[in-house]
């Protein structure tokens, strides 16, 4: 509308007055003043809907809430005779306020400016600070504007500091969702966006689990705690806690409800599981900026980008975390029957070993280490290893550079990405030779089972088959599991104009692809593959000379295990304990195979016993 103006020529054109400048009045037909009041109420209403539709239904980002409040401010003096000099954000251009907290004791303060419009063409037009394309203020001037102080921050006085840093990391995802949108056909730029988000949600975790100890904090590591700067390992969390409260307290033993990483991930980190309960820590800032940020991502790149970028965070969180909350249904961290914090040591024994054999100076290791940590045979405390007694620097370089830096950088990957004739793949990784130390501890050197399934023998199955059954056990995870109950049908409600909004086709119903169900799912697959190989091969031998009570004994060991799957046409349970033809003769041995008799077992100890 602006440009229209200015091509008609009538930008600096004033509106015309009357011929006497006493009257304190305009004379004009009642039905231009009535289209001037509704163009004028349109404009602000547009603009109002025009940036709630350019958000996701699930939220609004802070950027565009706060051009949703400049238009809502501007809505009433569009039709009522209030001053508009009172109201500064409206008014006024620049000026400065005192603030103690600034370098300088100024803190710069800007507005739309219609002061200087009005005087010059006698009309509020919006000065240049508005990026119409995006409908967000633009980068140099957003800081400033004075359309970000709601009501309803002036409610938060003695939690001010965690409201404050909690408000900063959602402004901090609402301009990295910006940033997205604006650079969404450069790859390299959303690669280096998502790696953003993941060094926030990470840093956010460790904010909130300091924040949820912090009475047991030394006075002098509450800051650093607080802003997520000290790593959840052994060393670094025993210095931060107070004397009376070292050495952390680790849960360990056979009873414990949560006995895998990925169980422990899926409870701390996942939603919409319909396995674990989070009475009272459901909506940890952590666990809003992990939503929001996978929401960002599929809204902009797709579910596909989505499940990778929380892969990663996964690995990365299981890299570098190795003291975690050990939580329950209604408390974000379980306490002992002595009252103290318990925590879950994720530890790892080739990775301890590797570590002890280099027996480095440098603690704590930096951050680039833990691309070279394995991903996998994590496993919580035992009695030979309670925990992993060395530090790693958590990943968080890329949240104290300033945004002016963060942008010139993306502007420079654009560039690089618009400039090459041929497009880059993505980046395959190179296990370097840490990696390859490491990897050779965690695989099993002694084992020599290779080639498909279908050649194995029924030793190799056994071998692999009770590994696979014990991980299936841990993720079952009985104790916490719950039914979720189905929420009642929304039902027309008579006495409103708006109708029940319909669910989502798209709505997802679990938001853990990549977790516990998924795992569960290729185990059982992988386990049936096995179990229809050693079903065939004990229905062959035993249609031999050995009979058909042969392998009894390996399959009573795993039927315990066995019976929690889901049955299928090649279950070994068939085989255990077949019904006896009385008419069946086995045939004779072989030629040279001797048969011992059966010895009578209770006879012989029966002799043996003691009086």
């Not at 509704?38 to 239904?57: A, H, P, T």
């Not at 069946?584 to 006879?603: E, I």
Request: glycine share 4%; aromatic share 14%; with cysteine.
């Amino acid at each position: 509308m602006m440009q229209e103006f200015y091509d008609r020529g009538q930008f600096t054109i004033p509106f015309p007055r009357t011929t006497d400048s006493v009257e304190p009045f305009y004379a004009r037909p009642t039905a231009t003043l009535l289209r001037w009041f509704q163009w004028n109420i349109k404009k602000f209403c547009v603009g109002f809907e025009m940036v709630y539709s350019l958000n996701d239904r699930h939220f609004v980002t802070w950027e565009h809430t706060r051009m949703m409040l400049m238009f809502l401010r501007c809505l009433p003096f569009s039709y009522s005779g209030g001053l508009l000099e009172r109201v500064s954000g409206c008014w006024r251009d620049v000026w400065f306020r005192p603030d103690p907290t600034q370098p300088d004791g100024l803190r710069r303060c800007e507005g739309l400016g219609f002061q200087h419009n009005m005087a010059r063409s006698g009309y509020g037009w919006f000065l240049n600070k508005i990026d119409w394309e995006m409908m967000v203020f633009h980068p140099p001037t957003a800081p400033y504007m004075q359309f970000n102080n709601p009501s309803l921050q002036a409610a938060y006085h003695a939690r001010y500091a965690q409201v404050r840093d909690v408000r900063v990391d959602f402004l901090s995802l609402s301009q990295i969702h910006q940033w997205m949108t604006e650079f969404s056909s450069i790859r390299t730029c959303q690669e280096y966006l998502q790696k953003y988000l993941r060094q926030l949600c990470l840093r956010a975790f460790r904010k909130d689990v300091f924040a949820q100890i912090q009475p047991l904090l030394q006075k002098e590591s509450i800051p650093a705690a607080l802003t997520g700067e000290i790593p959840l390992c052994w060393p670094s969390l025993e210095e931060a806690l107070l004397p009376q409260r070292r050495p952390p307290y680790v849960a360990a033993g056979n009873r414990m409800a949560v006995k895998h990483i990925d169980v422990l991930f899926t409870w701390l980190w996942e939603w919409r599981d319909g396995r674990f309960q989070r009475k009272g820590w459901e909506n940890k800032p952590y666990r809003l900026l992990y939503q929001k940020s996978v929401e960002i991502i599929t809204q902009i790149q797709g579910k596909d980008a989505a499940r990778q970028w929380k892969q990663g965070l996964k690995t990365s969180f299981i890299q570098s975390h190795w003291m975690l909350p050990y939580p329950q249904n209604n408390s974000f961290m379980r306490k002992s029957k002595e009252g103290g914090i318990m925590w879950w040591s994720s530890v790892h024994r080739g990775l301890d070993q590797y570590y002890h054999e280099l027996n480095s100076a440098l603690t704590p290791f930096p951050t680039s280490y833990i691309k070279h940590h394995p991903t996998t045979n994590w496993e919580p405390s035992r009695p030979c290893l309670s925990h992993l007694d060395y530090t790693i620097q958590p990943e968080q370089r890329l949240l104290y550079l300033p945004q002016e830096e963060l942008l010139q950088h993306l502007h420079d990957l654009q560039r690089q990405w618009n400039t090459l004739s041929q497009r880059p793949r993505p980046s395959v990784y190179q296990p370097s030779p840490v990696v390859f130390e490491v990897d050779q501890r965690i695989q099993d050197p002694f084992n020599p089972i290779t080639g498909p399934v279908e050649s194995w023998s029924i030793n190799a199955c056994t071998r692999k088959l009770q590994p696979a059954l014990y991980k299936y056990e841990l993720l079952q995870h009985q104790r916490q599991c719950f039914q979720r109950q189905r929420r009642p049908a929304a039902q027309p409600d008579y006495y409103s104009d708006t109708e029940p909004e319909a669910p989502a086709e798209d709505h997802e119903q679990t938001s853990d692809e990549e977790g516990i169900e998924p795992q569960k799912t290729c185990l059982q697959e992988y386990i049936q593959r096995i179990e229809k190989r050693m079903f065939q091969i004990i229905s062959e031998d035993r249609k031999g000379w050995m009979g058909p009570t042969m392998y009894n004994l390996q399959i009573k060991n795993l039927a315990p295990q066995l019976r929690r799957l889901p049955h299928h046409p090649f279950s070994l349970l068939q085989l255990l304990d077949p019904p006896v033809d009385p008419n069946y003769h086995p045939p004779p041995p072989p030629r040279g195979v001797t048969v011992a008799p059966l010895r009578s077992y209770r006879s012989g100890w029966q002799k043996r016993r003691r009086f």
